[in-house]
Structure formats: C-alpha cells, structure tokens
C-alpha cells in the first residue's frame, strides 16, 4: 500500500524556520511535490523535484523562491521542504505528493498519492 508521511509542522514566528519531512512507502516514485491549502483557499503548488535519470531538478511557486528549500534522497523515498524567512502568509496545511512522471511541476491530478498533511502556522 502506498503512503505518504509528513513531519515537522509546528508554530513558529515571522523571521523564522521549518523543516518539512516527507516518507513515501510502497513504492518508489521519481518526483514528489509539496502543496498548500490556507483556510477559504484553494491548495496550491509551492515547490517539486524530479529525479530523471541522474538529474536533479527544482522548480518553485514564485512567492517561495530564494526562502524555500525542496531536497530529496530519491533512494530513500524521501523529500524535505526547508522553509527559511517565513511570514504569516505561508500559514496553512502542507501536503506532500508524489508521481511516477519525472518533472518538477506536475498538476494536481499528475500527483498519484498525497499525505495527509501537516500544518505550518506563522505568527506575526
């Protein structure tokens, strides 16, 4: 059976950090995707990685880029969200996904599992 697990959500302050851990078991998929969903939001893409062959690629949601991380060990099914500089606007659940396309931005129906999600609150 395939599962997603993610960690390491919390509360934090504006100005700070979090690292976000996902686990894939029962398969092994070639990129993965962290979403996000504020509350009377819809969920929306925030950062992917794809392992084609033996490259690496990144690619990131505008308002994310140079203050969010995404890296991943392929071999071990396991992809993080460094998440530096963060501001009240990042506040929501945090989905990780996974696909068996090889491309870092994928639409949500290209994700074949989800995790049930973690959240991430960023006080002001």
């Known amino acids: 059976q395939v599962q997603l697990v993610e960690s390491g959500g919390g509360l934090v302050q504006a100005g700070g950090s979090l690292r976000l851990s996902c686990v894939a078991s029962?398969?092994?998929?070639?990129?993965y995707a962290w979403f996000r969903q504020a509350p009377g939001k819809e969920r929306e893409f925030v950062a992917g990685?794809?392992?084609?062959?033996?490259?690496?690629?990144?690619h990131y949601e505008d308002s994310v880029k140079g203050r969010f991380t995404i890296s991943g060990d392929n071999a071990r099914n396991t992809v993080y969200l460094q998440m530096d500089n963060l501001k009240p606007e990042d506040t929501a659940v945090y989905y990780c996904?996974?696909?068996?396309?090889?491309?870092?931005?994928?639409?949500?129906?290209?994700?074949?599992?989800w995790g049930q999600g973690t959240q991430v609150t960023v006080s002001s």
């Open positions: 996904a996974s696909s068996l396309r090889p491309y870092a931005e994928l639409t949500e129906a290209e994700y074949h599992a």
């Open positions: 029962g398969r092994t998929f070639v990129s």
């Open positions: 990685i794809a392992f084609p062959s033996r490259v690496t690629i990144t």
